[in-house]
């Protein structure tokens, strides 16, 4: 036997097979970058309103993973053309007509079939085509590329046809999201599909994009949440007590991870009314973003573990996304460094909650805050990075200004406390997980 030539990435038969040359290259990958950031945005526009929990986590995870493969192709892009064409504008203004028709999405179903029934499926086939074309050892760094790309959009188009299974389940659900993708076909088609090289059609249905897009950044959760309206957060005050034993300290700390999803719901908002920033911004704050997902996910598998009806028992409410949501972004991306900045202090933050838990003996509560502290490291370092410049602050004066904003929205939620009992459901739910009594005895109920 001999040692495979070429690296083994190919006979030499299959390396003298013409692929795309550079320029068809960069005309498809300046397309998939524009497709990548506007599947990134439309995950931001619809994170927050889509009231099912399990597409606000699968959401999060994606839509960060597009602002990665758009920087991965910009860089490709780089390293094939200089001067760099523009990314920053549309190639091609039927890419933008079909986001418009897929942002007049009106419910969980049509976002999840137009999503991931039509959008998803049509992006993996054309990077599994561009992959196939490319020559696998003089465009090699674009397979390199595409490959990783591969693997998560893989993955996506997995669980998409899984959720678009879901919400179809029934007839009328059916009939309607056959229409919905007929519709959204229509406009695919008439970008040329993905890279543009398909013919289009000879007639296209009535836009249903008649208005400009207004996002619709207002949090929502669905029904299984019973305490989606009470704002009462007993559970802060209760991790830090030092006169609660250890057990009780603990679901108190994972509560606090659970109830984390109003971040990323405040951050969608955040971010996507940032226009114009380096590509690096997206990609570290939607980073953090899918962080703050994780961190409400780990809360939820601590209680799955247990066994606890975690929608039901806590007040998982959307409170501090609505209050934010009534500041400027730039006001309200300031709030949360202060809140990050916080998490520091070694008596009070991140690492005391992980002692509490090193010492509650949960190795499990222990893990996830091992590396929720990690997490919110690096969230410091972020913040630093990209708000502290567009304070022109200081960092400590960045933080008082933080804490003196969000003290300014605290009234927001007297306008919504009539949706739902407001009350303390902290002694209930110990009792419910723990079988007794609480030993917390002084709550402060303010909303939050
Ligand atoms: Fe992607
Ligand atoms: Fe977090
Ligand atoms: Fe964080």
């Known amino acids: 036997m001999q040692i495979p030539p070429l690296a083994g990435l190919a006979t030499y038969e299959e390396a003298a097979r013409v692929g795309y040359s550079v320029e068809e290259n960069v005309a498809r990958f300046l397309r998939y970058a524009w497709i990548e950031k506007r599947a990134m945005e439309v995950g931001l526009y619809w994170l927050a309103s889509t009231p099912e929990w399990e597409v606000k986590e699968a959401l999060g995870l994606h839509l960060s993973l597009d602002a990665d493969h758009a920087a991965d192709i910009r860089v490709r892009v780089g390293e094939m053309r200089n001067p760099v064409p523009r990314m920053d504008v549309c190639p091609d203004p039927a890419i933008d007509q079909f986001f418009d028709e897929l942002l007049t999405a009106q419910d969980t179903v049509e976002k999840i079939v137009g999503l991931y029934g039509v959008l998803k499926p049509a992006l993996l086939a054309a990077y599994r085509a561009h992959f196939a074309k490319s020559n696998p050892i003089m465009d090699h760094p674009t397979r390199y590329m595409i490959k990783h790309i591969l693997v998560d959009e893989e993955e996506m188009n997995v669980w998409g046809a899984m959720a678009v299974t879901a919400v179809t389940h029934t007839p009328s659900a059916q009939a309607k999201a056959d229409q919905w993708q007929a519709h959204l076909n229509a406009f695919l088609q008439n970008m040329g599909g993905i ?46 007590n030092e006169a609660v034993p250890l057990d009780e300290r603990i679901i108190a700390l994972m509560c606090r991870r659970v109830v984390e999803m109003d971040v990323p719901e405040y951050m969608t908002r955040i971010i996507a009314e940032s226009k114009g920033e380096p590509w690096e911004y997206y990609v570290e704050l939607t980073r953090q973003l899918w962080d703050e997902v994780r961190h409400a996910m780990l809360g939820s598998i601590y209680f799955e573990n247990r066994g606890v009806d975690w929608k039901k028992h806590i007040a998982i409410h959307p409170g501090m996304s609505i209050r934010l949501g009534t500041l400027n972004v730039k006001d309200a991306h300031n709030v949360l460094y202060a809140i990050e900045q916080n998490l520091m202090p070694a008596k009070t933050g991140k690492k005391l909650e992980y002692q509490i838990s090193v010492n509650a003996n949960s190795p499990l509560a222990a893990q996830i805050q091992d590396y929720d502290w990690a997490d919110e490291v690096l969230h410091v370092h972020t913040g630093r990075k990209w708000l502290l410049p567009k304070t022109g602050l200081p960092s400590g004066e960045a933080v008082k200004k933080g804490w003196a904003l969000r003290a300014e929205t605290v009234d927001v939620l007297e306008k919504y406390d009539d949706r739902g009992e407001q009350k303390n459901w902290w002694p209930e739910f110990v009792q419910e997980v723990l079988g007794r009594e609480t030993a917390h005895e002084e709550f402060n109920l303010v909303r939050m």
């Open 195 to 240: 890279m543009g090289d398909q013919e289009k059609p000879a007639e296209l249905p009535a836009s249903r994009a008649v208005e400009p897009f207004t996002p619709d950044f207002f949090p929502q959760r669905d029904d299984r949440f019973a305490m989606k309206w009470n704002f009462i957060n007993p559970q802060r005050q209760v991790s830090m």
